[in-house]
C-alpha cells in the first residue's frame, strides 16, 4: 500500500523506488502483487508516467485515509510521545539552512536523538508530493493555494551597505535616490517567475517601493549577500544575517528612520500528510530558533517590531 501510494505520488516507478530506497524491479513487483490481490487495474503504465485509473484513485484516497490512521496509532503511543522517532525530510531556503538551523542542529538533537532528517537546502521551488517531503519552511507570501500552510514567524529586514560602497556612492537620504545615479542596489528576482522583486521602505504612512539600478540581479539570498559584501549596491537582509556583518564592521545600517516589511515565515506541508509528532517537534523547535534570531537582530539594533 505504501508503494502504491509513492507510485501515485512520484509519478514514476523509478522515483517511487529511489524515495523508497528499493529496486525499481521490487517496487515494481508490489504494485503487481497488489492488483493481483484486489483484482482490479490500479495504473495505466507509458514509458515516461503512469496514471491511475478510476479504481486507482478511488484506491489512493483510501490507502492515504488507512496509513494516516495508522502513522497517527503509532505516534499516539506514549513512547512515541516522550521521545519522537523516526525520519523527516525537510526542504528550507538555502541562507536559512546553512546560517540558522544547521549551526542549531546539535540542540535539537540533544533533545530528540532518534529523529533523523533529511534536510535539503536550495532556493529552488520543489514538489512536495512527487519528491516525497514532508514540509517546506517558506518567507513570502505562499502563491498554492492547494497546500496547508501554517505561519511560524517573520523575518525582519534591515538596509545596509558596505563601508565601501558608501565611501563611493555616498549615503542615500531617502530610498528613492537608490534608483537614481550613483547609487544602485543589489537586485534579486524571483526563481519561480524571474520577475525581479522590489524592495519596500515605510516611515509613517508613507510607503516607497524601489527597484533601483543594479549592475547585478539574483535569486538566491547567499549569492545576494555576496554580491553586496563585494560592493555592487544596497541590500536588504534579513536581520540574522546582518546582525554579525554589522557588528563586525563589514556592513552598516542606511536609512535607519525607514522601517522594511517584515517577510512571513510559513511551514507548508501537504494536504494528504498527517502531521505526525516528529515533524511537529521540529516545527516547534525552528519556532523557537526564530524567536531567538529576531532578539539577536535587536541587539545589533536591526529595527524590530515588539
Aim: aromatic content about 6%; hydrophobic content about 40%; proline content about 5%.
Amino acid at each position: 500500500m505504501q508503494a502504491y501510494v509513492r507510485v501515485v505520488e512520484a509519478g514514476t516507478f523509478t522515483k517511487a523506488a529511489d524515495s523508497l530506497d528499493l529496486p525499481k524491479a521490487t517496487v515494481t513487483r508490489l504494485i503487481q502483487t497488489l492488483e493481483g490481490h484486489l483484482r482490479t487495474k490500479l495504473l495505466n503504465r507509458t514509458t515516461r508516467r503512469v496514471t491511475v485509473t478510476p479504481d486507482g484513485a478511488a484506491y489512493y484516497e483510501r490507502a492515504m485515509r488507512l496509513l494516516g490512521d495508522l502513522e497517527e496509532l503509532e505516534g499516539s503511543m506514549s513512547q512515541a510521545r516522550v521521545t519522537p522517532r523516526g525520519r523527516i525530510r525537510i526542504d528550507v531556503p538555502g541562507v536559512v539552512g546553512r546560517e540558522m538551523i544547521i549551526p542549531a542542529l546539535p540542540d535539537f538533537y540533544a533533545r530528540y536523538p532518534d529523529i533523523q532528517i533529511e534536510l535539503g537546502v536550495s532556493d529552488r521551488t520543489v514538489d512536495l508530493i512527487s519528491d516525497n517531503i514532508d514540509a517546506v519552511i517558506r518567507g513570502g507570501e505562499l502563491t498554492d493555494q492547494s497546500l496547508v500552510a501554517r505561519r511560524i514567524g517573520e523575518f525582519h529586514m534591515v538596509t545596509c551597505a558596505t563601508p565601501e560602497y558608501l565611501r563611493r556612492h555616498g549615503t542615500p537620504a531617502h530610498p528613492l535616490e537608490l534608483g537614481q545615479s550613483p547609487h544602485r542596489m543589489v537586485g534579486y528576482f524571483s526563481a519561480r517567475s524571474g520577475k525581479l522583486l522590489p524592495d519596500s521602505f515605510r516611515r509613517d504612512d508613507e510607503v516607497v517601493d524601489v527597484v533601483g539600478n543594479h549592475v547585478i540581479a539574483v535569486n538566491d539570498a547567499s549569492g545576494y549577500l555576496n554580491a553586496g559584501l563585494a560592493h555592487l549596491g544596497v541590500m536588504q537582509l534579513t536581520c540574522f544575517m546582518a546582525a554579525p556583518l554589522i557588528k563586525s564592521g563589514a556592513l552598516l545600517r542606511i536609512l535607519e528612520d525607514w522601517q522594511c516589511d517584515a517577510i512571513p515565515v510559513h511551514v507548508v506541508y501537504p494536504p494528504n500528510r498527517h502531521l505526525s509528532s516528529k515533524l511537529r517537534v521540529f516545527v516547534d523547535w525552528v519556532v523557537e530558533l526564530l524567536g531567538q534570531s529576531s532578539t539577536a537582530g535587536m541587539k545589533v539594533r536591526c529595527g524590530l517590531s515588539a
